[in-house]
């Protein structure tokens, strides 16, 4: 079966620190990859979205970027955090699309809460 | 306009009621749609998905209005392990970019 693995479950980290959250994946090969995150009482807004190694799409601007250096990895970093940046992290991934699919539903790791003081 | 759009609660309702949620889309070109539950500080999960035809889950029915562009789920029965977020999820585009509802609020009280 298929698990997702998503590390720290918390941070707390000060204001222009650096940031890298680590996201696998296992039992499933060429993953569509995905960066949430979500501020307190809000819903869900997409970060990054990845469909292969070193394939990714970034959904609104800020000073946060994501690598997928091997298909099943998927890290979000930030050279200097903002206070802004304080919210819950979420990694999902969904199996990739075969031809004629219209899209699948996506599963989630337990998520990261992060703190910028 | 957002592209997906929720009445954010509250609902608070009794055991053993029927309450139900709408939830509306801006992309006519939207051909995937989900409702996820959210607990409290926890990760989405998978509620159900919804079919063009409707489908329905145990105590759980959801339903798609293309033509309105509105996704609805009814509970019925509602159980205290009811409460929580509930999440309307659409795909964006042709492929597998979601885009997540802010969600509504449920409270089954006894």
């Known amino acids: 079966s298929q698990t997702i693995h998503q590390w720290p479950a918390t941070l707390v980290q000060p204001v222009g620190s650096p940031l890298s959250l680590e996201c696998t994946v296992e039992g499933t090969s060429n993953p569509n990859l995905y960066w949430y995150r979500q501020a307190a009482g809000r819903g869900l807004q997409l970060l990054f979205y990845?469909?292969?190694?070193?394939?990714i799409s970034s959904e609104v601007p800020q000073n946060l970027s994501a690598s997928r250096p091997q298909d099943r990895q998927f890290i979000l970093s930030s050279k200097k955090l903002l206070l802004s940046d304080s919210g819950f992290y979420l990694c999902?991934?969904?199996?990739?699309?075969?031809?004629?699919?219209?899209?699948?539903?996506?599963?989630f790791g337990q998520g990261t809460r992060l703190t910028v003081v | 306009r957002k592209e997906v759009e929720q009445d954010p609660g509250p609902f608070n309702v009794p055991e053993g009621a029927t309450v139900a949620f709408n939830c509306t889309y801006s992309?006519?070109?939207?051909?995937?749609f989900f409702w996820y539950r959210q607990d409290c500080r926890k990760e989405p999960k998978l509620l159900m998905s919804v079919y063009s035809s409707g489908n329905e889950d145990g105590r759980f029915t959801a339903q798609l209005n293309r033509a309105s562009q509105y996704i609805s789920l009814l509970i019925r029965d509602s159980k205290l392990s009811d409460s929580a977020t509930y999440l309307c999820v659409v795909n964006k585009e042709y492929g597998n970019k979601l885009v997540f509802g802010a969600g509504t609020i449920l409270r089954v009280k006894s």
């Open positions: 992309n006519s070109a939207s051909q995937s």
């Open positions: 999902a991934w969904s199996p990739g699309l075969v031809f004629g699919e219209v899209s699948t539903e996506a599963f």
């Open positions: 990845s469909v292969g190694i070193g394939q």
